[in-house]
Nanobody, 123 residues
Framework: QVQLVESGGGSVQARGSLRLSCAAS????????MGWFRQAPGKEREGVAA????????YYADSVKGRFTISQDKAKNTVYLQMNSLKPEDTAMYYC????????????????WGQGTQVTVFS
């Protein structure tokens, strides 16, 4: 089991920045990928960014490329999502997730989820 706790959400004006954090505990060694997902009201959950915890390779949804950056601090078992140039359409609940599967470049196979942190971007 892996426990995930997100923090760092809030309200920000368009073109502003936020940094989300995800603290992992439990069997963190089994998490070969960590990811950030989001779900806006009335929409399906979508993958935003993910990182391979071993080598640090990352991949992103097209909608956030160049604006969001995922990173990790292994010593702290924490994953971050730096969000810059935020847009109102980025408004959503953001979830951290962990996967024991490689599933190269995929948004599938994430078995553990946090409770989410709300991000609201106003114009």
């Amino acid at each position: 089991q892996v426990q995930l706790v997100e923090s760092g959400g809030g309200s920000v004006q368009a073109r502003g920045s936020l940094r989300l954090s995800c603290a992992a505990s439990g069997n963190t060694y089994s998490s070969v990928r960590m990811g950030w997902f989001r779900q806006a009201p009335g929409k399906e959950r979508e993958g935003v960014a993910a990182i391979y915890t071993g080598g640090g390779r990352t991949y992103y949804a097209d909608s956030v490329k160049g604006r969001f950056t995922i990173s990790q601090d292994k010593a702290k078992n924490t994953v971050y999502l730096q969000m810059n140039s935020l847009k109102p359409e980025d408004t959503a609940m953001y979830y951290c997730a962990a996967s024991p599967n490689l599933f190269g470049g995929s948004w599938n196979g994430f078995d553990y989820w946090g409770q989410g942190t709300q991000v609201t971007v106003f114009s």
